[in-house]
């Protein structure tokens, strides 16, 4: 089973903002926190991940809390093409690690024009 | 960019009969995966493979389930004897820095 908890949905509108919060209470210090998302009838896509400090990419940031029980992933700046299910995962490698990634159920966000 | 790349994108089959899925991971990634979405469902870990050997496997990829990396540049999930439950989207995953999911391909069972 999923080890973090995310709201079922989300909603935003376009070019404002987005904060995507997951809770992760059981990491442990080598875990790291992923995000990917999947845009309907596609492949989940890497989004960014992090272990402890905050991560910037060119598709968004990630801010990971000091206590590293919960995390936030950060759209600057919503477009439609943003609407997707975005899971936050707890892998204890890097990059996923030779035993897979265990998906929940994510966050389904909405993107209002 | 280097993408993960799957055939057929669509595969109708009758019950019983065998399938193959293809896939062809990124070049240069050493750990590849196979995951499966039935619809509406959340994407199931099945198997990871490295060093041309299965590295772990879910309690779904049983015994009618195998994987091959037959020519260095494709991997491939077989289906012995398909059920009507196999019936769902199967994404191919190629690890580097992060994971790479394929476009999957959408196993109909009859």
């Known amino acids: 089973d999923a080890k973090t908890t995310q709201p079922n949905s989300m909603e935003s509108n376009e070019e404002e903002p987005v904060h995507l919060p997951c809770n992760h209470s059981?990491?442990?210090?080598?875990?790291?926190i992923h995000w990917y998302r999947q845009l309907p009838s596609q492949g989940p896509e890497y989004v960014i991940h992090?272990?402890?400090s905050n991560v910037n990419n060119r598709m968004a940031s990630l801010a990971i809390a000091e206590d590293r029980k919960s995390s936030t992933l950060i759209l600057h700046r919503a477009t439609l093409r943003d609407a997707a299910v975005y899971y936050c995962?707890?892998?204890?490698?890097?990059?996923?690690?030779?035993?897979?990634?265990?998906f929940g159920k994510g966050t389904h966000l909405i993107i209002q024009p | 960019e280097p993408e993960v790349t799957q055939t057929p994108s669509h595969q109708v089959t009758q019950m019983g009969q065998e399938v193959i899925l293809r896939c062809v991971p990124i070049?240069?990634?050493?750990?590849f995966y196979w995951y499966r979405q039935i619809l509406g469902q959340k994407v199931e870990f099945l198997v990871s493979?490295?060093?041309?050997?299965?590295?772990?496997k879910s309690e779904i990829f049983d015994d009618q389930f195998s994987v091959e990396r037959p020519d260095g540049s494709n991997f491939t999930l077989k289906i012995r004897s398909t059920k009507l439950e196999d019936s769902a989207m199967y994404f191919c995953?190629?690890?580097?820095?992060?994971?790479?999911f394929g476009p999957g391909t959408r196993l109909t069972v009859l």
């Open positions: 995953a190629s690890r580097g820095q992060s994971t790479f």
């Open positions: 992090g272990l402890t």
């Open positions: 059981t990491i442990s210090g080598t875990d790291y």
């Open positions: 070049s240069n990634h050493l750990y």
């Open positions: 493979f490295y060093n041309n050997e299965i590295s772990e």
């Open positions: 995962i707890q892998n204890s490698y890097s990059g996923g690690g030779a035993d897979g990634l265990t």
